[in-house]
């Protein structure tokens, strides 16, 4: 479980059990995260956690705009962010160059993101899926490839606007 697969389109992780997934959460995910964060960790992966840490009110784009860079820029291989919904999360982080960001809510979900849409980043509700399910989601989601091929020039159309680049400023 967990074991992640890198594939075409994410060529900058040159070693997955190296390279650490980036993970992190609002108030309203902040115990789903931990949750993933362990059984990440168990299962052998490096993890950055960007927090939150806690249950005090926080703004849900903060931790989204960390993750995103984390993963736009190369620090991770893969970028995991919990919301109440995973709505605002995906949307802050999608903001990014090279971020696609997608809520997730059951494994043909996940495993259709990787291989169809290259994505990079899951996004969960904690609000709104059970946690074995969003466990077993990012299991398919991290061990899915990208298989490109038809598939390449879509993903390379996503790109239209000046998104955030990685430092944080409009590109």
Known sequence: MFHAET???????????????????DHAGVALKDSLRAALEAAGHPVRDFGTH???SVDYPDFAHQVARAV???Q??????VCGSGIGMSLAANRHA???????HNTTEA???????NANVACFG????GAEVVLDSL??????PYEGGRHERRVAKINLSPPISPAGQEA
Do not use: K, Q, Y
């Open 7 to 25: 594939s075409r389109g994410n060529e900058r992780a040159m070693n997955p059990a190296e390279t650490p997934i980036a993970i992190a959460a």
């Open 54 to 56: 806690g249950n005090g």
């Open 72 to 74: 736009a820029g190369g």
């Open 76 to 81: 991770a291989l893969f970028g995991v962010l």
């Open 98 to 104: 090279d971020i696609r960001a997608v809520v997730i």
């Open 111 to 117: 495993r259709l993101t990787r291989a169809h849409n």
């Open 126 to 129: 904690a609000r709104t899926v």
């Open 139 to 144: 299991s398919a989601f991290l061990t899915t």
